[in-house]
C-alpha cells in the first residue's frame, strides 16, 4: 500500500493509496477519519477495516490524515478545514484514476460529519458509508435534501453516540425521494466497535459489493453487434445475343460514320450568257 502526498490548501497532506487489482477501471472510495483533536488518525481501527471492506469489494481506497495530524502540514481547522482537506483528497484520487466507474465516501465519527458535507458539495459522489455520525453533537441538517444514497451503521452500545440520535437522522434522510438509507445496529457494538471490527468488515463488504451494479454511472454492457451479411455472389451482366444478319461492330461503325458524313453541295449550273446585240 504505497505512501502519497496530497496537495492540500494549508501544505502537504500523508495518505495511503491501495490500487484495485481491477485496474483504472475499479470504483474508487475516500476514507476519512474521526476527530483530530481526540486521537483520530487514518491508522484508527475502524477506519482501517472499512478499508479492507472496500478493497474486498473490489475498490481502489484512499486514506489520509487531515491537516495538523502525522506528517501532514497545518493545524486544526474547526471542520471547514478538515472539509477542505477532504476536497483535495477526492481531487487527488480522481485525477490519478480518471477512468473509475464510481465514487464512495466513508467516515467514522467526526470523519463521517466532513464526508456528508463534502457529499452534498460533489455531485459525482455516487453513495456514502457513515459510521456512528455523531449527530447528537454536530449539525447534520445541511442534509436537506440528501443528494445519495448510503449506508449507516450504529452500535447500540455506543457511549458517546446514542442510537436513537442516529436513527432520527437516517428516518429523516429516508423520507426523501429516490433516496435509500439503509440503517443497521451491530449488537453490543461500541462507539469504536471494540470486538465486533469482524461484523463491520463484513457489513460494509457485502453492502458494497452489491450497491455497484445499481450505480449510475456503472460500466454499460458493450453492445451486440450484428453478425455480417452472407457474401452475394457475383452477377454477370445478361448476354445481348444479336440476330444472324446483324453487321459486325466494325461495319455498324463504318456505316454510322458515313450516314453522319455531310454531303457535298450540288454544282450550279451554268448560264449562258446572251449575245450582245449588234448595233445599227
Not at 85 to 112: E, K, M, T, V, Y
Request: charged share 25%.
Amino acid at each position: 500500500m504505497p505512501d502519497v502526498t496530497i496537495n492540500g490548501a494549508e501544505g502537504r497532506l500523508e495518505g495511503k493509496f491501495a490500487p484495485a487489482s481491477a485496474g483504472d477501471r475499479a470504483p474508487i472510495a475516500l476514507l476519512l477519519h474521526p476527530h483530530p483533536q481526540h486521537g483520530g488518525t487514518m491508522h484508527n481501527k475502524v477506519v482501517y477495516t472499512l478499508n479492507l471492506a472496500f478493497q474486498k469489494a473490489g475498490f481502489s481506497t484512499l486514506r489520509f490524515n487531515f491537516r495538523g495530524v502525522g506528517r501532514s502540514q497545518g493545524s486544526y481547522g474547526r471542520g471547514e478545514g478538515e472539509l477542505q482537506d477532504a476536497a483535495s483528497a477526492l481531487d487527488w484520487i480522481q485525477q490519478n484514476l480518471p477512468n473509475s466507474r464510481g465514487c464512495w465516501i466513508a467516515g467514522f465519527s467526526f470523519g463521517a460529519w466532513i464526508g456528508m458535507q463534502l457529499l452534498m458539495r460533489r455531485p459525482e459522489i455516487d453513495r456514502f458509508i457513515a459510521v456512528a455520525p455523531p449527530a447528537n453533537i454536530f449539525d447534520f441538517s445541511f442534509l436537506a435534501p440528501c443528494p445519495s444514497s448510503g449506508l449507516i451503521v450504529q452500535g447500540d452500545k455506543d457511549e458517546i453516540v446514542p442510537e436513537e440520535s442516529v436513527l432520527k437522522l437516517s428516518e429523516k434522510l429516508a423520507k426523501q425521494k429516490d433516496i435509500v438509507v439503509d440503517f443497521r445496529v451491530i449488537k453490543g457494538a461500541n462507539h469504536f466497535f471494540a470486538d465486533r471490527l469482524d461484523k463491520l468488515d463484513a457489513m460494509v463488504a457485502e453492502y458494497a459489493a452489491s450497491a455497484l451494479p445499481t450505480m449510475r454511472d456503472a460500466a454499460p454492457a458493450p453492445p451486440v453487434m450484428a453478425p455480417p451479411p452472407p457474401p452475394q455472389p457475383e452477377r454477370k451482366p445478361p448476354a445481348i445475343s444479336l440476330p444472324p444478319d446483324a453487321p459486325s461492330r466494325a461495319e455498324a461503325k463504318k456505316a454510322a460514320a458515313a450516314k453522319a458524313k455531310p454531303k457535298a453541295a450540288a454544282p450550279k449550273a451554268a448560264v449562258k450568257k446572251a449575245a450582245p446585240k449588234a448595233k445599227r
